[in-house]
């Protein structure tokens, strides 16, 4: 595609559901990172993958959180049991590089939970 | 372990005026540098980014920006802006030699409000 895609853009649910955003990255893209802004703050890291190795999960919140990157490609960040401080914005990046000198960020995927 | 610095949340000035964002980083390892803006309702698009050489690049919509080392800021300007450049702006840092963790660490974000 044209540039980084995130589905849905944006998502209510209820507390205790479980929620998976995706994430299309610019085709050939090799590296994407996944990071979560919330209100009046800057995004903050998640996890990120080069090519279907997920290299670092350190930013993940909590054992709620998981990511998967399975042919290099599409992403997709799931959410058990979502709590109320869940909600935020998520935002994907993808880069040619993995020196990430170059990252394209999709609109993101705001989360309500309710 | 990085951390950037916005100083200014708000910054309001009038159309064809003159504006600096700041930006200071913290690090302990030698860095890329970015500057980011976000229109309502986008992503994130990059205005530009210094990994070496000059100390003063130039970005998108007539930005630029200035590494300086010693004081380790990289403060965003431009000569003139428009009402369109009304948007939030972001600084971020990334590791140079990341092993392959290149995140990126963001700033707070400065809203830059141009007003007529």
């Known amino acids: 595609g044209a540039g980084v895609s995130q589905s849905p853009r944006y998502k209510v649910t209820k507390r205790g559901q479980d929620v998976a955003l995706r994430c299309d990255p610019i085709s050939g893209h090799v590296s994407l990172y996944w990071y979560r802004q919330a209100l009046g703050q800057g995004p903050e890291f998640l996890t990120y993958f080069n090519y279907e190795a997920q290299q670092d999960k350190s930013g993940l919140p909590n054992d709620r959180f998981s990511a998967e990157r399975p042919e290099g490609s599409i992403s997709t960040l799931t959410i058990q049991r979502t709590e109320q401080r869940d909600s935020a914005m998520y935002r994907c990046?993808?880069?040619?590089?993995?020196?990430?000198?170059?990252?394209?960020f999709g609109q993101g995927t705001r989360l309500t939970v309710v | 372990a990085q951390s950037v610095t916005q100083l200014d949340s708000q910054v309001p000035v009038f159309e064809e005026a003159p504006v600096e964002l700041r930006c200071n980083y913290s690090s302990s390892v030698s860095v890329y540098l970015f500057w980011y803006v976000q229109y309502p309702n986008q992503g994130l698009q990059l205005l530009l980014k210094y990994l070496s050489g000059s100390t003063l690049v130039k970005g998108i919509n007539g930005f630029e920006a200035e590494f300086n080392k010693s004081q380790t800021s990289f403060h965003l300007r431009k000569p003139s802006v428009h009402i369109s450049d009304t948007a939030e702006y972001f600084c971020a840092v990334s590791s140079v030699s990341g092993g392959s963790n290149y995140k990126l660490t963001f700033g707070k974000g400065t809203l830059l409000t141009v007003n007529p």
């Open positions: 990046a993808s880069s040619p590089q993995i020196s990430n000198t170059e990252a394209f």
